[in-house]
């Protein structure tokens, strides 16, 4: 049962063959045996979560019932719900109780689906390992001396061990992406402005974009039906037509279901940089995509080498701001002592942000000074007009776009910690799509043995033209009716191996 799509979960709960109780205290034991080892959830609320499931049994029972109502989700603590422990990773919000629902909260609690509790993540969003928290690093299912990859590690660890039917994420440089990736399922980082972003703490507005994270296309699909919708408080939200997202995923299977589809790959996708193990996983996705019909075209994203400078100065420049709100006085950590107004604000913050995000608000701060405006934060701005044009140029030449998520398997943790540079260029492959807005998930492709001999999942990235995640998610979906990457899971009492399809 842990192992089934939300589509197959939903049809349990409709005919009665298991109750939405039942189901939510499946995943609840298995929380309370494994997240002290995996340490994926921060906050967890059995008598609140068991409720939800109650009131979506009478709501199944009333035949009132939505697709997700009664399926287990675990939201990422980036989202404010209301009554539950919302600390984003931090000790500045570590005894922060939410006093409002996030948009996403909303909708999930409006289709039905149960709350399992709130998820680990790098501290403000701000990591490519979840090594940054102030609760402790995440561990990746597949191998617990490797991190699960960030900001959303701890949904990502959550998805990859069945801690959780799904469970939603962030993604303002890759972190549903790449840690997509590094723990083996399918992510998706919609078009910005495609979900809302009210009561979502912010790290960079103009990055920051909420997404599912799942074991499926189909899976994803079914929680983009929910969280996507227009929200007249978040002044980025496109007011746009609702749409079905499953709507391509269940035509006849035609011996090419993708005939016609032009793929193309980026060559600095597969440049100096990515492991060899991994593209080699990489490529024979594309092979599989060949036989599926898709045609394969050769593109170039010129400035995909500039999008890590970039990022690094407007995401910190727009950090800065959006954290400045955090200075011991309406919310948030406070410092025992202090002797005046200056020092409770310098002692609060010192406090109660850790060094990642430290190091972040002394760049953004920096960059955005007088007399260094022009010289950075103003050319990053153009630059990041070049990479999307980069985009807007490839998209004539193909429908779609292939390539590597993240440049390598799972890393040790502790590798990167005290190399930021390494550190954020596990992102290469991600963050262009963020600064020009567009669509962008990861699929299983496979797994790739490491230096020391394990195999770790590998996930094949899929980048779309704006609003052209129904066509993506198709095209992720037709990979996964010829493939079984997305049902593989790791077997949690011996880490690292891969145990068979449908074993629960």
Known sequence: MINSSLKQLGDLLQAKKISSVELTQTFLTRISQYNPSINAYIALDEAKTLNQAKAADARIAS????????????QKDIFCAKGWQTTCGSKMLANFIAPYDAHVITQFDAAGAVNLGKTNMDEFAMGSSNETSYFGGV????????????SSGGSAAAVAARLCAAATGTDTGGSIRQPASLCGFTGLKPTYGVVSRYGMIAFASSLDQAGPMAKSAE????????????DERDSTSLNREKEDYTRDLNKPNLDLPLKGLKVGLPKEFFADGLDVSVGKVIDSAIAEYKKLGAEIVEISLPNTGLSIPVYYVLAPAEASSNLSRYDGVRY???????????????????????????????????????????????????IRRLIAQDFVDAFKQCDVIMGPAAPSTAFK????????????????????????????????????????????????????????????????????????????????????????????
């Open 63 to 74: 035949g009132n019932a939505a697709a997700l109502t009664g399926i287990p989700i675990a």
């Open 139 to 150: 561990k990746n299912p597949w191998s617990f001396d490797r991190v699960p990859g960030g």
């Open 219 to 230: 899976d994803c699909a079914l929680m983009m039906n929910v969280m996507a919708g227009f």
């Open 332 to 382: 948030g950590h406070r410092a025992a002592e202090y002797t005046d107004l200056m020092d409770m604000y310098n002692k609060s913050r010192a406090e109660g942000f850790g060094a990642e995000v430290k190091r972040r608000i002394l760049i953004g701060t920096y960059v955005l000074s007088a007399g260094y405006y022009d010289a950075y934060y103003l050319k990053a701005q153009q």
């Open 413 to 504: 943790a502790g590798e990167k910690v005290d190399d930021p540079v390494a550190m954020y260029l596990q992102d290469i492959y991600t963050i262009s799509t963020n600064l020009a807005g567009l669509p962008g998930m990861s699929v299983p492709a496979g797994f790739a043995q490491s230096d020391d001999g394990k195999q770790l999942p590998v996930g094949l990235q899929i980048i779309g033209n704006y609003f052209d995640e129904a066509r993506m998610l198709n095209v992720a979906h037709q990979y996964q009716q010829v493939t079984d990457w997305h049902n593989r899971m790791p077997d949690l009492d011996k880490p690292n191996l891969v145990m068979p399809e449908g074993k629960v």
